[in-house]
């Protein structure tokens, strides 16, 4: 079974852009978490989304959102680009909500120049 | 709220020597207690976990005993390779934050010839 992919595994913008990064879960997982990692702050929570609802929430300003599509696959989206904002993306997913084993994705790298 | 205290690093080892990684949590309901790892450019591995109290997860060589009188998952290796250089992660979930983990800082080993 193909685990969590991200795209792109890489991405490059300029502060005040917006960015778009993408998540497939293991194939016929449900939920989908996000996570922020930064050398400074570790690996913060972001947003879990199940049923294509987001269910918890981390502690981010509004710039960052998501969303999960029917077939399960998430987006997140940042608007207005901070240089704080560089870091890795990890997307997790989990079989089902409340499932207490969460599979991670390779990442994307995200800097902001 | 949940929190996860990991070992301050980073670790030197020489091969074969024998690897503690030391990690405590805080947590509301029953949480799950769980290692990963990630190698320099990659996602978060799962390594092993363990789900109630007294139960004992390994994989690789990895061990880590879920010890609820002492809140302590701590992660122990016998010998040590070179290939085990890497980031190790202890974290947690729990019933009452369904979709989020909580991670401890990261415990950077090294392990040289």
């Known amino acids: 079974k193909a685990g969590v992919t991200q795209t792109p595994r890489y991405l490059i913008k300029t502060r005040g852009q917006q960015v778009t990064l993408s998540c497939s879960p293991i194939s016929g997982h449900r939920s989908v978490s996000w996570y922020q990692q930064t050398p400074g702050q570790g690996l913060q929570f972001l947003f879990e989304y199940f049923s294509e609802t987001q269910r918890n929430k981390g502690n981010f300003p509004g710039r960052f959102s998501g969303r999960q599509f029917s077939n399960s696959r998430s987006e997140m989206n940042v608007s207005t680009l901070e240089l704080g904002d560089s870091a890795l993306y990890l997307c997790?997913?989990?079989?089902?909500?409340?499932?207490?084993?969460?599979?991670f994705g390779p990442g994307t790298r995200l800097t902001v120049l | 709220g949940n929190s996860v205290t990991q070992m301050e690093g980073p670790v030197t080892l020489s091969e074969e020597a024998f690897l503690t990684i030391n990690c405590t949590y805080t947590?509301?309901?029953?949480?799950?207690l769980f290692w990963y790892v990630q190698y320099p450019g990659e996602g978060l591995q799962l390594l092993l976990k363990?789900?109630?109290?007294?139960d004992k997860g390994s994989n690789k060589g990895f061990e880590a005993t879920y010890r609820k009188e002492t809140t302590s998952f701590h992660l122990e290796k016998g010998s040590v390779q070179v290939s085990d250089s890497a980031v190790y992660f202890c974290a947690l979930t729990d019933n009452t934050n369904a979709g989020k983990s909580t991670f401890g800082d990261g415990t950077t080993l090294t392990v040289k010839p």
């Open positions: 363990a789900t109630k109290a007294d």
């Open positions: 997790a997913s989990s079989l089902v909500r409340g499932e207490d084993t969460q599979y």
């Open positions: 947590a509301t309901g029953y949480p799950s």
